[in-house]
């Protein structure tokens, strides 16, 4: 079994700036090329963009952003997490990353999701009440495109194609394609279906409760004839010199976030209990670098991942601490975790 692979997603979250004030929304973005170049510096092997189209998330064109980060980094990998494809259009999603593919020479991905915000829909005019035809749909085009052979498609939303050509190709295809799962069976049988690795978003709870989603797409990857695909994991985190840093720094920008979130879903305040048992025994990677080595590493072993995504943007968290993290994560959690695998 290959080594796994580490990555780092961000939201663009718009975070205080040495004023204590929040920076602007360009701010932000700077931010990330700045965490994504540190991140390529260190050997990180990728960077993820995640689209949301809100005032706390300052992304919402992630290619656009990977673009600028392809021209000042070597090695890492650019994709989304996620693409909302339910409220794109599948031509223009491929175009977009097969040109950021050349641009940055062959490293281009993308995470194809439903979104777990919904804002994109009323935006570009997509009815909510046709959530999972529209994804189902135009992902069916997508895993079309990915053949880069003329295609001829027909569906019930959009105008049928014939004998369609898309450019630009990919110069090394395919164009690796992960399909994003936050807790849907049927996204994961869909991901098996298109033969397309599958990233599990586990943002709550014990992670070996997603176990029974990997003995899933395994039987469906076998049961449709599909070899063995790539899983990887997407959940927040946040590394600093102790424990007790970590949890003191991380805590009341996370209670912000996650506040701000919970009051437009229907959920109560996040307390310090809540907080402490999610570091403790749930889904947030937050602690010195063993901790959160060790977390990863039971994940992993687990779940039998060959990628983990630590999200570890928090809400107003400053720039520089998140720089700190990212290097911890690169330099000290990133080798702990492999050799605890070895």
């Not at 990977?66 to 494809?85: F, H, M, N, Q």
């Amino acid at each position: 079994m290959p080594p796994i692979e580490f990555g780092l997603d961000t939201f663009g979250d718009v975070m205080r700036g040495a004023d204590g004030a929040p920076v602007s929304h360009a701010q932000a973005i700077r931010n990330v090329i700045e965490e994504a170049v540190l991140a390529d510096e260190l050997g990180i092997d990728f960077i993820g963009l995640g689209e949301h189209h809100r005032a706390d998330f300052a992304i919402s064109a992630p290619e656009v952003a990977l673009a600028a980060i392809a021209a000042r980094t070597k090695s890492i990998r650019l994709g989304s997490a996620v693409t909302v494809l339910s409220s794109d259009d599948p031509i223009r999603v491929f175009q977009r990353f097969s040109t950021l593919d050349a641009a940055s020479n062959g490293r281009a991905e993308v995470i194809l999701g439903r979104g777990s915000f919904t804002e994109s829909f009323p935006l570009f005019g997509f009815d909510l009440r046709q959530y999972e035809q529209l994804f189902e749909e135009k992902l069916d085009l997508f895993a079309a495109l990915l053949k880069q052979e003329p295609v001829t498609w027909q569906g019930k939303l959009r105008p049928p194609l014939k004998n369609q050509l898309v450019y630009p190709p990919v110069e090394h295809p395919p164009l690796k394609t992960w399909i994003g799962v936050g807790g849907s069976p049927e996204s994961v049988v869909r991901a098996a279906h298109h033969d397309l690795p599958l990233m599990l978003a586990i943002i709550g709870g014990d992670p070996k409760r997603f176990a029974p989603y990997v003995e899933l797409y395994h039987r469906a990857l076998r049961e449709f004839g599909r070899s063995v695909k790539p899983i990887g994991v997407h959940s927040p985190g946040y590394v600093a010199d102790s424990d007790n840093q970590a949890r003191e720094e991380l805590w009341p920008d996370y209670k912000i976030m996650r506040d701000r979130i919970g009051k437009e879903r229907g959920w109560p305040p996040m307390g310090r209990e809540e907080f402490l048992r999610e570091a403790d025994h749930g889904s947030l990677y937050v602690g010195s670098p063993e901790t959160v080595a060790r977390k990863i590493a039971a994940t992993a072993k687990a779940l039998g991942l060959a990628r983990f995504h630590l999200k570890y943007s928090a809400g107003p968290l400053p720039h520089e601490k998140l720089m700190h993290s990212i290097e911890l994560y690169a330099t000290k959690v990133a080798p702990m975790v492999r050799d605890m695998l070895a």
